[in-house]
C-alpha cells in the first residue's frame, strides 16, 4: 500500500473519531481530498520542497498517535512576565487567562461557539500547500484567540508543548484575529516534551483588521529526530501592519512558511529571521508575500548561518499583482558559512505584475571575516569566543529588531549556545 | 635583568616568500627601540609574526618573550601574556560596539592571567579617562568597531585600546601615518604614558617625524629581512635627510 493510499484508509477510518461539527468534518474531507491530489507529502523533485528533506516523514509513516499523548503536566519555564496560554498537544492547560477584549478559546469550542470564523480557520492561504490541507484533514486542537476593536494586548506568551512518540504525527490550528485598531504582542514557542516525537505540523491563520497592529515572535524549539514544520498565513487588511521576528535554530527537520496577504491600502509587513543550522540540522525558511492591494510596503530581513555540515534554505516570493501599484517590498538576505560543510540555499522570486512599484532583492554569501578574527584575538578574544561575537553581529539587524529587551538577550543567550555547541560537535 | 623580547636569527615567510631572512634584536625592560626600513623591507612582517597572524610562516630562529617560546602560543595568548600590535590598518568590525569589543577583551586576557574581570562601572571610568587624554569623543565608544571612523581616528582608537590593555610590550605598525601633526603629538602622548620602567615599546615607522615625540632608545634600520644598522635617536635624523640608500 503507498502512503497516499494508507492516508486515506485511515482517514476514514478515523474521521469518525476526530472532533468537530459537521462543518469541520466537511472541511476535512475536503483537506485530504486536496492533500491526495497534490500528490501528499513532496518529495524532493517538488521545486518547491526541494530544500526539505521529508523523506522521514514519508518513509515512516507518521499518522495520528495510537495511543494518548502524553497527559502529565511538564516542566517548562516561560520566558516573559506576560500572561500565559500552555497547550499541550493542542490543548490549553489549565484555564486560559482573562484579559480585557481578549478572548481565549480552544478552537474546537471555539467552532462550535462562534461558527462565523470557520472560514479564516479552514482558509488554505494564498498558495495551496499539501501539509497545510493534511493540516485541515487531521487537526486536533489549536487555538483561537480573538482580540476586540481597539484592545491593546500588551503581551502575550503562548508555548505549544508537544508529547508523544516517534510514530506521532500532531496537526494543530490556530487562528488569532484583530479586529480594527486593535494592537497585540505575541510569542509563539513550541517545544517538544519527548526526545522522539515526531512531526508536529502547526498551521497558524492571522487576520488583522483596518489598522490592527500585530508583533509576533516565534521561537521554535525541537528534539533530536523530530519533525518541526509549519505555516503562518496573515491577512492584512488597511493601514494594519504586522511584524513577525523568527529564530530557528538547532532544528533537526525544520520547514517554516510564512506567507502573507497585503491585502488593504497602506498595509505593512516586516519579516525578520534568524536561521542557523549546524550538524544533522536543516532548516528551510519559506516566505510568499502577495501584494494585491496598493500603496502597501513590505520588507524581509533574512539572516542564515551554516555550521559544520548545517544546511540552510531561503525560499522568498514576493508577488505584486497587477493593480497594487505603488507597492514597496524588499527583501535582503545575508549568509554565513562557518565550515566548508556547511550548505546555504538562497532562492529569491520576484514575480511583479504591477508597474509602479520600488522592488528590490539582495543576497550575499560570505565567511567569517578572518582579518577581523585576528584583530579580535590580537586583542586576547579566544578564537571562538571571537567567532561567537562576529556570528552574534552578523544576525544583528534580526536580533536587535526586538524591542523587548528579555526576548533580545533570550535570542542572544541561545546564539551563543548553539555556537559553543556546534564547535563542540564539530571537534567530536 | 632578563630582555623582555629576544629574537634570534629569525626567518618568515609570507605566500611563499621569504620576507625576514635572519633578523636578531633585543628589548630590555624601560626600552623604546625603533625599527625605519624602506617599504617592502619587511618591518609588517615582523610585527604580523611577533602577533601570531595566521599565514605568517616562521621558518627559522626563536623568539623568546619574557623568557617562554612566543612562537608557541596562540594569538589570543600572545594578548593575555601582554603583547599588544597597533594595526597598520586598524580592522573594521560591523555589529560589535567598540565599547563591547574592548571590554570582551580586556577581561578575556585578565582571565587568561587568572585575575579578576573588570567590572563596568570601572571600565567605564577609566574608559572615559583615557578618551579624555587622546582628545577622543567618548560617544564614539558606543559605536561599532572602526566602523565610519576616518583614518585618524582609527589610529587613536588603536591607542585607547593600547591604554586601556596596558600592554608589556608594545608593537606599533606605523601609528604615525595618517595622522595629521595635531594629531601626532596626542598620539605620542598617549605613547609616552605607557613608557614605563618595565615595558618595552617597538615602534615601525617610515618616518622620523614620530621619533622627535616619542624619543626612541635604539633605532634599527631593517633592510631584504634583516637589521643592517643599529644606532640611537640621531641615526633616525640621518636617515631623513640623506635617504636609505646613503645611510645602510
Known amino acids: ?335 554565513l558559512i562557518l565550515d566548508p560543510s556547511g550548505e546555504v540555499n538562497i532562492k529569491p522570486e520576484l514575480l511583479i505584475f504591477a508597474d509602479d512599484v520600488v522592488c528590490s532583492h539582495g543576497a550575499t554569501v560570505g565567511e567569517i571575516d578572518e582579518v577581523a578574527l585576528f584583530y579580535m584575538m590580537q586583542r586576547g578574544i579566544p578564537k571562538a569566543e571571537a567567532k561567537a561575537i562576529l556570528v552574534r553581529a552578523f544576525l544583528g539587524d534580526v536580533v536587535e529588531s526586538l524591542e523587548n529587551e528579555v526576548l533580545r538577550s533570550y535570542f542572544e543567550d541561545k546564539i551563543e549556545a548553539w555556537m559553543k555547541q556546534s564547535m563542540d560537535r564539530k571537534q567530536r | 635583568m632578563k630582555p623582555i623580547l629576544s629574537i634570534d636569527n629569525l626567518k618568515v615567510r609570507v605566500g611563499g616568500q621569504e620576507i625576514l631572512k635572519g633578523l636578531n634584536l633585543k628589548i630590555m625592560p624601560g626600552e623604546v627601540h625603533a625599527i625605519m626600513g624602506p617599504n617592502g623591507s619587511g618591518k609588517s612582517t615582523l610585527a604580523n609574526a611577533l602577533a601570531g597572524k595566521p599565514g605568517y610562516e616562521v621558518t627559522g630562529g626563536t623568539v623568546l618573550y619574557k623568557g617562554i617560546n612566543l612562537l608557541d602560543l596562540d594569538a589570543h595568548a600572545r594578548a593575555g601574556e601582554g603583547l599588544f600590535l597597533g594595526f597598520q590598518y586598524p580592522v573594521e568590525i560591523p555589529g560589535v560596539s567598540n565599547l563591547n569589543f574592548l571590554r570582551t577583551a580586556l577581561n578575556a586576557q585578565r582571565l587568561y592571567r587568572g585575575e579578576e574581570e573588570m567590572d563596568a562601572s570601572t571600565f567605564l571610568k577609566k574608559i572615559k579617562e583615557k578618551a579624555k587624554l587622546l582628545l577622543m569623543d567618548f560617544e564614539m565608544q558606543k559605536r561599532a568597531v572602526n566602523v565610519g571612523f576616518s583614518g585618524g581616528e582609527k589610529k587613536r582608537n588603536e591607542m585607547l585600546q593600547m591604554l586601556m590593555i596596558e600592554p608589556t610590550l608594545a608593537v606599533l605598525d606605523e601609528t604615525d601615518s595618517g595622522l595629521d601633526i595635531d594629531a601626532l603629538k596626542i598620539v605620542a602622548e598617549g605613547i609616552n604614558t605607557i613608557r614605563l620602567p618595565d615595558r618595552g615599546l617597538l615602534l615601525i615607522t617610515h618616518y622620523q617625524r614620530l621619533l622627535n615625540y616619542v624619543e626612541p632608545d635604539f633605532v634599527h634600520i631593517l633592510q631584504d629581512g634583516k637589521i643592517v644598522r643599529t644606532g640611537d635617536k640621531e641615526l633616525a635624523k640621518e636617515l631623513e635627510e640623506k635617504g636609505y640608500a646613503a645611510v645602510a
Open chain 1, 1 to 335: 500500500m503507498t502512503v497516499l493510499e494508507t492516508y486515506k484508509k485511515e482517514f476514514k477510518e478515523i474521521l469518525p473519531a476526530l472532533r468537530g461539527g459537521q462543518n469541520m468534518a466537511r472541511a476535512r474531507e475536503r483537506g485530504m481530498e486536496r492533500f491526495v491530489f497534490l500528490g501528499g507529502i513532496p518529495g524532493p523533485k517538488a521545486e518547491d520542497w526541494r530544500y526539505s528533506d521529508l523523506r522521514a516523514i514519508r518513509a515512516r509513516h507518521l499518522s495520528r498517535p495510537k495511543r494518548p499523548l502524553a497527559q502529565t503536566v511538564p516542566r517548562f519555564e516561560p520566558l516573559t512576565r506576560w500572561p500565559l496560554v500552555a497547550v499541550l498537544n493542542g490543548k490549553i492547560l489549565g484555564s486560559a487567562p482573562a484579559l480585557e477584549g481578549v478572548e481565549i478559546l480552544g478552537a474546537e469550542q471555539a467552532l462550535e461557539k462562534i461558527p462565523v470564523w470557520a472560514d479564516e480557520y479552514f482558509s488554505p492561504g494564498m498558495e495551496e500547500s499539501p501539509l497545510e490541507r493534511l493540516n485541515l484533514a487531521l487537526s486536533e486542537g489549536g487555538l483561537f484567540i480573538n482580540i476586540a476593536k481597539n484592545a491593546v494586548l500588551e503581551g502575550l506568551e503562548i508555548i505549544f508543548l508537544e508529547g508523544g512518540d516517534k510514530k506521532n504525527a500532531h496537526h494543530l490550528r490556530n487562528f488569532i484575529g484583530l479586529e480594527a485598531g486593535a494592537t497585540a504582542q505575541i510569542l509563539f514557542r513550541t517545544i517538544s516534551l519527548e526526545k522522539n516525537p515526531g512531526w508536529t505540523n502547526m498551521v497558524s491563520n492571522f487576520s488583522l483588521s483596518e489598522g490592527a497592529h500585530l508583533s509576533l515572535v516565534c521561537d521554535f524549539e525541537q528534539k533530536e529526530k523530530s519533525f518541526l514544520t509549519g505555516r503562518n498565513f496573515v491577512k492584512v487588511d488597511k493601514r494594519a501592519s504586522f511584524s513577525q521576528v523568527s529564530l530557528a535554530l538547532g532544528l533537526t527537520a525544520h520547514r517554516f512558511e510564512t506567507e502573507v496577504n497585503l491585502m488593504g491600502k497602506g498595509a505593512d509587513a516586516r519579516l525578520f529571521a534568524a536561521l542557523l543550522a549546524g550538524r544533522g540540522e536543516a532548516v528551510d525558511f519559506v516566505t510568499r508575500i502577495h501584494h494585491s492591494r496598493p500603496q502597501a510596503k513590505s520588507r524581509q530581513t533574512v539572516r542564515a548561518v551554516a555550521g559544520f555540515e548545517g544546511k540552510t534554505a531561503f525560499q522568498g516570493r514576493v508577488v505584486v499583482e497587477e493593480n497594487a501599484q505603488k507597492t514597496v517590498a524588499h527583501q535582503n538576505c545575508s549568509n
